[in-house]
Nanobody
Framework: VQLQASGGGLVQPGDSLRLSCAAS????????MYWLRQAPGKGLERVSA????????YYTHSAKGRFTISRDNAKNTLYLQMNSLKPEDTALYYC??????????WGQGTQVTVSS
């Protein structure tokens, strides 16, 4: 199982970023997919999730209305569009696979830093 997140960077408050996750080594379309993040000194937080076909999505309260999760099963790729970024969004972002109730595997993360 390989899950490689990319697209992070240093941005200013209010800016946007689009994260991508290239998945391989498993049947991507058969798994719920997640975006997780870990801020400095904090635990792993579930940011968003999407069902196998993309019909159902979940967002943590702080991400609702600003982030959009999507997936392209033909390309084995997961996305997270992040708009109106805030300093509190600063974290290492990971993509993970799992079921509708929990995530089980995640890969290397991509750093998102929001600072003026």
């Amino acid at each position: 199982v390989q899950l490689q997140a990319s697209g992070g960077g240093l941005v200013q408050p209010g800016d946007s970023l689009r994260l991508s996750c290239a998945a391989s080594g498993f049947p991507f379309g058969s798994y719920w997919m997640y975006w997780l993040r870990q801020a400095p000194g904090k635990g792993l937080e579930r940011v968003s999730a999407i069902s196998t076909g993309g019909e159902t999505t979940y967002y943590t309260h702080s991400a609702k209305g600003r982030f959009t999760i999507s997936r392209d099963n033909a390309k084995n790729t997961l996305y997270l569009q992040m708009n109106s970024l805030k300093p509190e969004d600063t974290a290492l972002y990971y993509c993970a696979r799992g079921s509708s109730t929990l995530y089980t595997d995640w890969g290397q993360g991509t750093q998102v830093t929001v600072s003026s």
